[in-house]
């Protein structure tokens, strides 16, 4: 590892400790990623995107913390946060692990703990982000609601307005979306990550599983595993019976996982291109 000076003086002003070493971090899509090698001999995490939209890495860092606020009860460890700023934020290394299938069902055990510490409202006190897009989080009495006008509302505007999916295909995916009430069995809110595909869980060493780069609200839990199943997770059956085990789904939780993913979906498909507006429209078809 060298030293770029401007990165580690950044991360030193933040952090208050000297930077030793640092060294491009490969991957992300969003943000520059340096790891920092730190003079107390730990390692340290630093995403940067300047300019940065307001509240980018404030909220990220408050839904880690939000998150972490069940690990002591047996949830799902998040990345410690060391320092955040409005152009940056600094976590804590995970070093690399392999996914075991016992550190998949420790998973699927923790990540049920986290959906039961439970959320007082389906929403957030505050928007969020989503990848690079905004993220409406303003609560609303009912799951069925709060899907269908804060999760799929306003990402099928954005693709109607700019001609990136069909109409055919925007009034299946509204449809089905109005259906919501009588598809998703009514639960509490449930504590979720938001954002929980394959990329956002580490598996780090001795079996740890850690979560970084939440879109975190209160919400139906299904939508955390429908995440997990839409873009794949290895070790994802072990994963699903330990959840099922620890906390049992609604009959029919399988056949639901598709309407949870039409949001996912149409994220995509305003961030990537129409191709996922119509998979998503293929998917709605299901619940009509």
């Known amino acids: 590892m060298a030293r770029q000076p401007v990165v580690a003086g ?29 003079s107390s001999g730990r390692t340290a995490f630093l995403k940067t995107l300047s300019p940065a939209p307001p509240r980018f890495f404030a909220g ?13 009860s047996g949830g799902v460890a998040t990345a410690e946060v060391l320092a955040v700023d409005t152009d940056c934020l600094i976590l804590e290394w995970v070093e690399a692990g ?55 509302a306003p990402y099928l505007k954005v693709l109607r307005d700019k001609g990136i999916v069909a109409a055919e295909d925007a009034a299946l995916i ?17 504590r979720l990550h938001g954002d929980l595909w394959n990329g956002n869980v580490l598996w780090g060493t001795g079996d740890r599983v850690v979560v970084v780069d939440p879109a975190a ?36 939780w399988e056949e639901r996982l598709g309407f949870h993913q039409l949001f996912p979906l149409l994220v995509h498909a305003c961030l990537f291109g129409g191709q996922y507006g119509a998979r998503a429209a293929r998917v709605a078809q299901r619940y009509l």
């Open 98 to 152: 392999r996914p075991s299938a016992e550190a998949a069902g420790a998973f699927g055990r923790a990540l049920a703990a986290t959906h039961a510490h439970g959320a007082d409202r389906f929403g957030a006190e505050e928007d969020g982000y989503v990848g690079r897009l905004p993220l409406p989080n303003r609560p609303l009495p009912t799951w069925a609601e709060f899907h269908a006008e804060r999760r799929v």
């Open 60 to 72: 990220e860092a408050a839904g880690l913390r939000w998150l972490a606020e069940a690990t002591p």
């Open 174 to 190: 509204e449809r089905a979306a109005a259906r919501g009430a009588e598809i998703v069995p009514e639960e509490p809110p449930a």
């Open 10 to 38: 950044r991360a030193e002003q933040l952090l208050g400790t000297a930077v030793v070493a640092t060294a491009p971090v490969a991957g992300g899509e969003i943000c520059t990623a340096v790891k920092l090698r730190l």
């Open 217 to 252: 609200y209160g919400g139906h839990r299904e939508v955390d595993l429908a995440m997990l199943a839409l873009f794949g997770l290895p070790q994802l059956p072990q994963v699903m019976a330990a959840y099922q085990e620890a906390a049992p789904l609604a009959d029919g």
